[in-house]
């Protein structure tokens, strides 16, 4: 059976960061490809960054150069280091199989919040 824990998550502030991971037992992690998903309250739930076995990487356009995906193949845990975070990131996040053994494979989700401000009034003058 397939066992996916994902940790990690929390409450930050824009522009900090977060590093989540997902500890995958009951499979050969070394030929494995994996991803992460996230979904955020009445939205569906989205590809966010892939890792192929290999360690290759892609990832939405809308975390590029601030998301990075990686493995630690001697842990059997992904890793998703989160930097420069945005208000739109938060979402629960998953870990996600797309295929091993005829089936794929989720985990429970780990929650990341990222608070609007309370901004700023701008006023201008004619």
């Known amino acids: 059976q397939v066992r996916l824990v994902e940790s990690g998550g929390g409450l930050v502030q824009p522009g900090e960061s977060l590093r989540l991971s997902c500890v995958a037992s009951g499979l050969n992690f070394r030929i494995t490809n994996m991803e992460w998903h996230r979904q955020a309250p009445g939205e569906e739930r989205e590809l966010v960054a892939r890792i192929t076995a290999g360690g290759a990487t892609d990832y939405a356009d809308s975390v590029k150069g601030r998301f990075t995906a990686s493995r630690d193949y001697s842990r059997n845990t992904l890793y998703l280091q989160m930097n420069n975070l945005k208000p739109e990131d938060t979402a629960r996040y998953y870990c996600?199989?797309?295929?091993?053994?005829?089936?794929?494979?989720w985990g429970q989700g780990t929650q990341v919040t990222v608070p609007w401000g309370q901004g700023t009034q701008v006023t201008t003058s004619s």
């Open positions: 996600h199989v797309p295929y091993y053994r005829g089936s794929e494979w």
